[in-house]
Nanobody, 121 residues
Framework: QVQMVESGGGLVQAGGSLRLSCAASGRTFSSYAMGWFRQAPGKERRFVATITASGGSTYYADSVKGRFTISRDNAKNTVYLQMNSLKPEDTAVYYC??????????????WGQGTQVTVSS
């Protein structure tokens, strides 16, 4: 069982940056791939980025490639999402998830409660 709590969301102007954190409980954090997803109002939850259990591989949605960076610190049971050059279309609730490496949300077994990111134009 893994429980996760996201933080770091907020209101930022277009072009700005935010760093999301997801702190996980449990001794098995380092055995899970971690992902970030987001959900805008009235839209489906969508894949943003994922990282393998070791941190050796990452993958990004085309919409965030080159602007967002996912990383993890297994000693701190934490995964991060550094978001740069933010755009109004990045506005959403961001969720972290633990599970298997990949793009589909059905690959992930555990989810955080989400943190709101709002980008003003």
């Amino acid at each position: 069982q893994v429980q996760m709590v996201e933080s770091g969301g907020g209101l930022v102007q277009a072009g700005g940056s935010l760093r999301l954190s997801c702190a996980a409980s449990g001794r098995t954090f380092s055995s899970y791939a971690m992902g970030w997803f987001r959900q805008a109002p009235g839209k489906e939850r969508r894949f943003v980025a994922t990282i393998t259990a070791s941190g050796g591989s990452t993958y990004y949605a085309d919409s965030v490639k080159g602007r967002f960076t996912i990383s993890r610190d297994n000693a701190k049971n934490t995964v991060y999402l550094q978001m740069n050059s933010l755009k109004p279309e990045d506005t959403a609730v961001y969720y972290c998830a633990a599970g298997n490496y990949g793009l589909g949300y059905d690959l992930y077994d555990y989810w955080g409660q989400g943190t709101q990111v709002t980008v003003s134009s």
